[in-house]
């Protein structure tokens, strides 16, 4: 019982530190969906992915014509030339097997890479008007299960801190 007591009595002053922050919340996925650089990225991201598409339906049609012209000719040709065109088809579909988690890769790495720079800007956002406003707390309300009355929305001021409407 004494150490309940005592416990309870530790925790009290606790709750006054607590009661005398300020929090806010941010909806960073409409911050940074509102961003004009996402929409120049996802630009980029697709005329990427479609020379990745090229690319590989090049090496598709290249397969399947090597094939054809293979198994339309291979009672005609030497054993030596058979061997030879069958290790080509197979270095083919090698490549092609090779070039979807390559390219899958790159994309990503590409990605990160373009959307790094936004993703800071927006954070240097947040911290600015956290910052200005004096909050000690500014929580993303996608990972949050509850907010009090009392939790402040601080989108409109990264918005407007990031000139976005």
Do not use: C, H, W
């Amino acid at each position: 019982m004494k150490k309940l007591v005592v416990l309870i009595f530790m925790l009290l002053p606790l709750g006054g530190v607590f009661a005398q922050d300020k929090i806010a919340i941010v909806n960073t996925a409409d911050i940074f969906n509102a961003m004009p650089e996402v929409a120049a990225v996802e630009k980029k991201m697709a005329a990427l992915n479609e020379q990745y598409e090229k690319e590989f339906k090049t090496m598709q049609d290249e397969y399947t014509k090597k094939y054809s012209e293979y198994m339309s000719k291979q009672d005609s040709l030497t054993e030596n030339i058979k061997l030879r065109r069958q290790q080509e088809i197979q270095d083919l579909e090698t490549r092609i097997q090779n070039f979807v988690p390559v390219a899958r890769e790159e994309m990503q790495k590409k990605q990160q890479e373009l959307y790094e720079p936004i993703q800071k800007k927006m954070q240097a956002a947040i911290k600015a008007v956290g910052d200005e406003k004096g909050y000690t707390y500014i929580i993303n309300p996608q990972v949050l299960l509850y907010t009090g009355s009392s939790a402040i929305d601080a989108t409109p001021l990264v918005k407007a801190k990031l000139g976005l409407k």
